[in-house]
């Protein structure tokens, strides 16, 4: 079962509540990954320095600009309050039993706000919320806080867990290392009901992040679109393409039971046989013709192709390492395996 | 005149320059502000953002971090050929200036407002009339967006987060912004305001495929990696999944200058991708096989560096950081053992009034022979006896020294013959592993291995006296996973491999576990992506690699690390008000309220599991059902949350007697298992389960972050699409209500803040102008680099356009007003959570 947790809805005052700095955190303390501090004291004095609010007779901290949020963040943080670090480790001493608040001795004194980093970025400070050291300027690298200082990982047997006996990883035979074949295309049911129309080669279809924008961010700008080929053309081997008598800049068609594309082709012996890549993201606000295989409706960009599936054992929970996180455990959205129909563009309609 | 004269002309006479000044004129400035580039880049480059009069007009690199180790080259130069073109949005075509919603939708409220005094009334005789809402449905994406004015917009979002709370639930109001750490503060906004009234956050991390998932498989750890100065560290670098000077541009220079300072390395890539051009050897790899070739590595390094030549280094270093030595029960199944789950030591005579004995564990003493308890195990973690969470080899009850052994091989002589599985060939295969006996409790005894001889097996490396289906040598392609067997599948000869595991391993051997492998999106993106990465980071566990500079999994593709998460959290999630908190695993989300679920049958079609598996059970099942198990057994979260109001669910409750959130739990858990109230997820496609009310934010939730896009267009938006899958499920789903329609255009609004017109602002019915990354005060980290820095408001927000945190603002203040007329009092709404990483909800199922 999950876990019921009865709140309150104050609708009224979500307003009043956005904008001020509820009393929580001052009364629970804050921590994450399994650490705990108390901030009583910097809390209050942050009202004092800071812009407040009064709600029914109590001092908030204002976060009604966003500076002001942006200094809450820092002076309550242990990677950028050296003090609220050095209780941190403090607390986790208890919990382990052996030393660590020297981790954070000499950074006691260090407090960053938002206008130190106007001025010039800062270091992270060391925090038992993360796993690297990085005093003396020594370079961060995972798990060294560990290592050097014999914290356990959070898992079951506080050790890097090679071997995972989930009964739902025992059930999929993944309590040990495995290979296993990827998802076979026919099974996969990509490309169940779309039909092969004139020459067309199937290919696995690749999206990775690409040269001429972040995600599809810059891809459509003046500038981008210049320096690439003012559109997310599909690269594909020189072989393959020649027996769909392709020439590169052509224009291709891509389908499967998902959706469409039409994009240049870019036909490189760098890429091997049997696989494309069309770098993501395409935007449909350019370069996307209609498809004359969907009737003439405007393709898409390169989750036109996709269709999400879930691997089940990523679901387990309620076990030491195997439990629920957000943006940390669960099943996850997998692209890779996609199959697709390639084909020459018979007509280009804008 | 030549124009040689020319040009000695103008130098002799600058007046006649004066065509220069243009030029003087496009770089000249008032001010610099400092600020960055938002963009899930994971870059996160400190930028000088020059502005004359009040136009930002070029950008250039701040070249300032604060140098680290001497030894260390500079972080400097950061930034790439993209993030140089930012200031070209600003005052670009792409820019949306000003509030706009769809005509279709704006006709239509107009109207509903003159004909209704309460906003939330006019809101609800548009959704409650199929006509009417399916006109603005059926023109998402077919332009027709008008511009108007910001109150507008407010009143209307505002009304139908009331009318969706009131009528439906709020969990029915989603939001969607991917990567906090890009501008944590502009994620707060949105995130705050939907907690704050019960809505329902979407994750976006594991959504985009980002999260590997083997990192907490094996750590416990969402990722926590090298910052890229650390390659420098390295000594040998493997590059795999990951175009180093493509994608991580500002900092690939750390890659050339540890190759200039004598790290080999090695690129794993099926094209001749960029980063090629860095490597020492280019090894391609046939696309989506690099477990394949981690799995042959792993043998060979197991076979020689551990078996034949025993190094030390690497056999203490198992020993104590990982769970090598801790001990496995066996049990008999058909003429052979199959390794089933750690021993607990709550079941031994000596242990069993142990605190938390079932989630304490064992190891041997190769001393004496004897069972003992380490401390640092998840019982010890959340046990009320303090101070024994630690990796000191040390017994937790009698705290006397331990020295565990990793292998059972050649002492007393038992051995088991243990099936496994070779999923390539479809086959079992059995091979002896070194067994003890262990007496428990009862006086029964059982039948125990360490780990790491179940390995041994696993990776199939023939020892003496262990008889079955081991391979005869390196060349024996019968059994995985020789270098002879990886060849099948990587294409790569096996002399490669070979020579690649010897010196990957004699390199972690002289340098105390200088290796690193610099990994992502190219291999972290496909359906067994956790098998692949977990080969490879076996290969560094086994050299003693992890937890010292220079070495480890180097995993980068989100700006997954949010440095300052304690306290932002307590902003972002609203936690200083609310304590609890709707956050929703986004896989599954658009899985199942997408109708994605409807177009596969069994997941094991296409999912190899071993022969003999649970019929009906999780690995035999449609995906959506063993979704539906794993959401009643609290295992993901899953919102809308019933298929009832979650404020109605707590009315009931109170007027059947409950008066504490005990009886509220009480009173739902009864009728749960009465089924007299159901999980939405039992019923996805009902219209009582929709969610409603979509808002996104700082990202692209309809185009580049909606993989399966057009049955989002289908079944989300009602509008046109261009799958042609047809719904083949229904024969297979069990848990689930099946309908044979699915429906269409299951949300009443999507509102998209935005500073670009993109295809989830075409695709909206509002779109909001969102101020750029030039515009605003925010917050920037990343596990890149170990520096936090700042983006500023250079100039104000242009034209109508605000910032996401004061557009929540807005919102909110909206909200309030409209809400205090329907929400006069506060009322209870009850939150359905599920079990909790870093909670003593770890220890919450020790069995299925
Ligand atoms: S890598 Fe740096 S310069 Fe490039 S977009 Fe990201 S932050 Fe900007």
Redesign the pocket.
């Known amino acids: 079962m999950p876990k019921f947790a009865v709140v309150e809805r104050d609708y009224k005052n979500v307003y009043e509540k956005y904008i001020s700095y509820g009393h929580l955190p001052r009364k629970n303390g804050l921590g994450a990954h399994g650490t705990h501090y108390d901030i009583t004291d910097v809390h209050d004095e942050l009202v004092r320095t800071n812009p407040s609010r009064t709600i029914d007779g109590a001092e908030h901290l204002s976060l009604e600009r966003a500076r002001d949020v942006a200094n809450v963040i820092l002076v309550l943080a242990t990677v950028t309050n050296g003090e609220l670090a050095w209780r941190s480790y403090k607390d986790m001493e208890e919990k382990v039993g052996l030393p660590l608040a020297d981790l954070a001795d000499g950074n006691r004194n260090v407090r960053v706000q938002f206008a130190d980093l106007q001025a010039q970025p800062r270091r992270l400070l060391n925090s038992p919320m993360w796993s690297g050291l990085t005093n003396s300027g020594r370079a961060y690298a995972p798990f060294t806080y560990n290592r050097e200082r014999m914290v356990p990982w959070r898992t079951l047997t506080g050790r890097q867990h090679l071997y995972l006996d989930h009964p739902l990883y025992l059930e999929f035979g993944e309590h040990v290392p495995t290979y296993k074949p990827g998802p076979p295309p026919a099974e996969f049911a990509d490309l169940r009901f779309s039909e092969k129309v004139g020459p067309t080669l199937e290919l696995n279809y690749l999206t990775p992040h690409g040269k001429w924008h972040?995600h599809s961010t810059?891809g459509e700008n003046e500038r981008m679109t210049t320096l690439g080929r003012g559109c997310d053309p599909l690269w594909m081997n020189e072989t393959d393409a020649e027996s769909l008598d392709i020439v590169d800049n052509d224009w291709v068609e891509v389908h499967n039971d998902n959706g469409v594309v039409v994009t240049r082709a870019v036909v490189s012996a760098r890429i091997p046989r049997g696989i494309c890549i069309q770098y993501h993201s395409p935007e449909r606000t350019y370069s996307i013709p209609k498809s004359p295989l969907r009737g003439h409706k405007r393709a898409g960009g390169h989750n036109s192709m996709t269709r999400t599936r879930l691997k089940v054992n990523l679901m387990a929970g309620g076990y030491g390492q195997f439990t629920f996180h957000f943006n940390y455990w669960g099943p996850t959205g997998c692209n890779r395996d996609t199959q697709i129909y390639v084909r020459k563009l018979p007509e280009l309609v804008w | 005149m030549t124009s040689t004269n020319r040009w000695i002309h103008d130098a002799v006479d600058p007046k006649t320059r004066t065509w220069e000044e243009f030029y003087r004129n496009r770089w000249q400035f008032d001010r610099v502000v400092r600020s960055?580039?938002g963009?899930n880049?994971?870059?996160?480059?400190s930028?000088n953002i020059h502005v004359k009069d009040g136009i930002v007009t070029w950008e250039m690199?701040a070249l300032d971090y604060p140098t680290l180790d001497a030894d260390i080259p500079p972080y400097e130069p950061?930034?790439?050929?993209?993030?140089?073109s930012?200031s070209w949005y600003l005052y670009s075509p792409l820019r949306v200036k000003y509030p706009y919603m769809r005509g279709a939708l704006l006709d239509l409220w107009r109207k509903a407002r003159a004909e209704h005094d309460d906003p939330v009334a006019a809101w609800r005789s548009l959704v409650s009339d199929p006509e009417k809402r399916g006109r603005w449905q059926r023109a998402r994406g077919k332009g027709g967006l008008r511009r108007v004015d910001w109150d507008t917009c407010l009143e209307l979002i505002s009304a139908s987060c009331v009318q969706t709370i009131q009528d439906r639930g709020p969990d029915r109001i989603a939001g969607f912004s991917p990567i906090p750490a890009m501008s944590m503060i502009s994620y707060a906004s949105g995130s705050r305001f939907l907690q704050l009234i019960g809505g329902t956050s979407l994750s976006f991390y594991d959504w985009y495929c980002d999260l590997p998932n083997a990192s907490p498989e094996i750590w416990g750890e969402q990722t926590d990696v090298n910052e890229s100065a650390d390659w420098f560290n390295a000594k040998f670098l493997a590059v795999m999944g990951s175009n180093l000077n493509m994608t991580r541009?500002?900092d690939c220079h750390f890659a050339a200058e540890a190759r200039h300072n004598g790290t080999k390395m090695v690129v794993f890539s099926p094209d001749f991708s960029q980063v090629v051009k860095y490597a020492d050897e280019w090894i391609p790899l046939n696309a989506g096989q690099d477990g394949a070739w981690w799995m042959a590595v792993n043998h060979v390094i197991l076979k020689e560096f551990h078996h034949e030549q025993q190094t030390a280094a690497f056999l203490d270093y198992c020993r104590v950081y990982s769970d090598s030595p801790f001990l496995v029960e066996l049990t008999a199944k058909d003429g052979a053992f199959e390794a089933g789950q750690l021993l607990r030591a709550g079941r031994l005579a000596g242990y069993a009034d142990e605190e938390n004995g079932e989630w304490k564990f064992l190891v041997c003493d190769e001393n004496d022979g004897r069972p003992k308890m380490p401390m640092g195990t998840v019982g010890h973690r959340w046990g009320d006896a303090k101070g024994k969470w630690n990796l000191l080899p040390r017994d937790g009850r009698d705290g006397s020294d331990i020295d565990a052994s990793l292998t059972f091989l050649g002492d007393v002589g038992a051995t088991a013959r243990v099936r496994l599985d070779d999923f390539a060939e479809g086959r079992s295969v059995h091979r002896d592993v070194p067994v003890r006996e262990i007496e428990l409790a009862d006086g029964s005894k059982v039948t125990v291995a360490t780990v790491y001889d179940i390995l041994m097996a696993q990776y199939a490396v023939p020892r003496d006296g262990l008889g079955g289906d081991y391979p005869a040598d390196y060349d024996d392609a019968s059994q995985s996973y020789t270098p002879a067997w990886a060849e099948r599948y990587t294409g790569i000869d096996r002399k490669t491999l070979l020579r690649f595991a010897r010196q990957w391993a004699s390199t972690a051997e002289h340098t105390g576990g200088k290796c690193t492998v610099i990994i992502g999106a190219g291999v972290n993106h496909w359906y067994h992506a956790n098998l692949m990465y977990r080969a490879a980071i076996h290969s560094m566990i086994f050299c003693g690699c992890v937890g010292t500079n220079g070495g480890g999994m180097a995993h980068y593709v989100g700006q997954e690390k949010l440095a300052p998460m304690e306290s932002w959290s307590s902003i972002a999630l609203a936690k200083d008000w609310v304590p609890a908190v709707r956050l929703q695993n986004t896989p599954s989300w658009h899985y199942i309220n997408s109708d994605q679920s409807r177009y596969e049958k069994n997941a094991r079609d296409y999912h190899t599991v071993p022969d003999g598996v649970t019929p009906g059970g999780y690995a035999d099942c449609h995906t959506i059902d063993a979704n539906v198990r794993a959401v009643r057994q609290g295992w993901l979260p899953f919102y809308p949350q019933f298929q009832k109001n979650s404020l109605d669910v707590v009315a009931e409750a109170e007027a059947a007697g409950a008066t504490d959130a005990a009886g509220v739990s009480k009173h739902v858990v009864d009728e749960l298992v009465a089924r007299k109230l159901k999980f939405a997820i039992e019923d996805p496609d009902a219209e009582e389960a929709w969610p409603r009310v979509w808002l996104i934010w700082r990202g692209n939730a309809i185009m580049s972050s909606a993989k399966g896009h057009e049955y989002f267009l289908d079944h989300y938006l009602g509008t046109h699409t261009n799958h042609i899958s047809e719904s083949l499920a229904g024969e297979a789903v069990k848990e689930v209500t099946w309908h044979e329609m699915a429906p269409q255009g299951k949300l009443d609004l999507i509102v998209d803040l935005n500073f670009r017109m993109d295809t989830s602002a075409l695709y909206s019915d509002i779109v909001l102008p969102a101020a750029t990354w030039y515009e605003k005060d925010d917050l920037n980290s990343t596990d890149m680099h170990s520096f936090i820095h700042p983006l500023s408001a250079a100039v104000p927000p242009c034209w109508e356009s605000k910032s996401d945190w004061d557009i929540f603002k807005a919102i909110a203040k909206s909200f309030s007003k409209i809400a205090a007329k329907h929400y006069p009092q506060p009322v209870n709404d009850v939150i359905a959570a599920p079990l909790l990483h870093d909670t003593p909800a770890e220890i919450a199922q020790a069995g299925l």
């Open positions: 972040i810059y | 960055t580039h963009v880049c994971t870059g996160s480059c930028w690199q950061r930034g790439c050929q993209r993030g140089i930012f541009t500002p």
